[in-house]
């Protein structure tokens, strides 16, 4: 054999190897869908018509792009979202959520920071007639104050495979979770939120059945969740949560139960190492305490080829068949690095790898109703992510998993005041009892964990807690094949004084 073909077979070899272990830098490409956007910051198609696209930009306008690259001004919120010649800080229109019956009903909502006065937050309907959608019918649905900062607005909204709408907020911007708003179960903002739109307009929206908190609350823990996605293949609800000075994050809710009641961690927690920590209920909390998440990388460069940036532009677990070197691989990118990169959901820290595709001030990504993924520059151009070949998109879309039933926990004690140093009896109880039976109950006094029971054959479980000090307790059952997860509502008991008997005197 010749030294030059032992040459090309060695190559050859070596290419091969390289794309088994996924260094996928040819796995994809960038496909032009526009350019000359004010700002765009995010996209979503219609339900039933992948080819209908909505670009959202930031000042407030919604702009209709067709299969033929056309294009026209869909719906105009600009006087609304108040912006002038740019929006401060992070506020703006920042996302919109098209309803599962957009072709019938035109309802769609929009997620906005308001610029001006306070800066509130805003979650509101608005309703299209044939291709363009009047200011007039804007219907404002919730209004979250988020005072004194620019900064930290979340701003995504999607529907959930149940068919509620999901919502995500910043914790109110500033350092270290200033305003105590992320881990604080009575503020919305450092959340998600789940909440059912009442089409009739009757009500603004209801609170679902089943949300672990009995309020708008989802999940908690988050300090800027900017972008969050639900898997279209099932696996669950995937959450880009931007992190301060130290690490960037991706956290999951996995199906079925969606990260229902889950605690991710901020302020106690950045990334996989210690935060700020000034919150209530940090101090000498384990790790274990808290929802970890799947995957983080650092702000520094390490030097290695891995992931770094500033803040993290959580994306989509990829399904679109025309795309085969990302099927089923998380995709995300960072603001400061603007490099598409992604990770096996099932070893996110051995599969991570850059894509080899640089977007200029990379600011969002979008999916379309056939899951063909896009990638927005804030700098006006939008990309769609393509293979080597076209995506066939007349097939139907993998279905979405089956909504769970919910279910309560609660508290109750023998008494809420008990002698110091003795123990208090609490029963911990779940509702719908069928079928939890044999499952475990946590009891938690602020972030530490008391111990686990297993519900017995009527739904209780109890626990016998030293009480030394005024205490806070909780309860957590995680989800099963039926039931979402649930948290129970904070009980407190306080710790007394024994009377000392008074001496006859007489």
Not at 33 to 42: A, K, N, Q, T
Not at 58 to 70: C, L, N, Q, Y
Not at 91 to 120: M, Q
Request: glycine share 14%.
């Amino acid at each position: 054999m010749s030294l030059s073909r032992a040459a090309g077979i060695f190559a050859l070899a070596i290419g091969l190897l390289l794309a088994l272990a996924g260094g996928g830098a040819q796995a994809a490409s960038l496909q032009a869908v526009g350019s000359g956007f004010d700002e765009p910051i995010y996209l979503t198609s219609a339900p039933n018509d992948p080819d209908r696209l909505f670009v959202v930009e930031r000042k407030g306008r919604i702009v209709e792009v067709s299969a033929d690259g056309s294009r026209s001004v869909f719906a105009d919120l600009r006087t609304t979202v108040g912006c002038e010649s740019d929006c401060a800080g992070e506020r703006g229109l920042l996302s919109i959520a098209l309803s599962p019956d957009f072709a019938t009903s035109g309802r769609f909502y929009v997620y906005y920071g308001e610029d001006r006065g306070e800066g509130d937050i805003h979650v509101a309907e608005m309703k299209a007639s044939a291709t363009f959608a009047p200011l007039g019918t804007l219907r404002n649905l919730l209004t979250i104050e988020h005072p004194g900062q620019t900064n930290h607005y979340g701003g995504q909204l999607q529907f959930g495979p149940e068919g509620n709408l999901f919502v995500s907020t910043g914790d109110g911007g500033g350092s270290d979770d200033e305003l105590h708003n992320a881990r604080d179960l009575t503020s919305l903002l450092g959340k998600i939120l789940r909440i059912d739109p009442d089409p009739s307009g009757i009500l603004a929206y209801t609170v679902p059945a089943g949300n672990p908190f009995g309020n708008e609350i989802w999940s908690y823990g988050l300090r800027n969740p900017f972008r969050f996605s639900f898997d279209r293949g099932g696996s669950g609800l995937w959450i880009g949560d931007v992190g301060q000075a130290k690490r960037e994050e991706v956290d999951f809710g996995p199906a079925p139960g969606l990260g229902g009641g889950f605690d991710f961690g901020w302020n106690c927690r950045e990334g996989r190492v210690a935060g700020a920590a000034t919150d209530e209920g940090c101090a000498g909390a384990p790790a274990d305490a808290f929802v970890e998440p799947v995957f983080d990388y650092p702000h520094l460069d390490p030097e290695d080829g891995g992931a770094n940036g500033c803040a993290i532009i959580g994306g989509y677990v990829s399904r679109d068949p025309g795309v085969s070197g990302l099927l089923g691989r998380y995709v995300y990118g960072d603001l400061c690095v603007n490099t598409i990169r992604s990770f096996a959901p099932s070893q996110p820290y051995a599969s991570d790898r850059s894509e080899g595709i640089d977007v200029f001030n990379l600011n969002s990504f979008g999916e379309d109703s056939c899951g063909r993924l896009y990638a927005i520059s804030g700098g006006g151009a939008v990309f769609r992510i393509v293979g080597s070949a076209p995506t066939n998109c007349s097939g139907a879309a993998p279905a979405p998993p089956s909504a769970l039933s919910p279910s309560f926990v609660g508290l109750k004690p023998l008494s809420r005041r008990v002698l110091r140093n003795r123990r208090a009896l609490i029963t911990a109880w779940v509702s719908p009892c069928k079928g939890r039976q044999g499952d475990p109950v946590t009891l938690w006094r602020g972030a530490r964990r008391v111990g686990t029971r297993h519900f017995d054959k009527v739904c209780t479980a109890r626990f016998r807690p030293r009480i030394s000090r005024r205490s806070g307790f909780r309860a957590t059952v995680k989800g099963n094949a039926t039931y979402v997860a649930a948290i129970s509502r904070k009980l407190t008991i306080k710790p007394k004084k024994r009377h000392r008997r008074q001496r006859n005197r007489h």
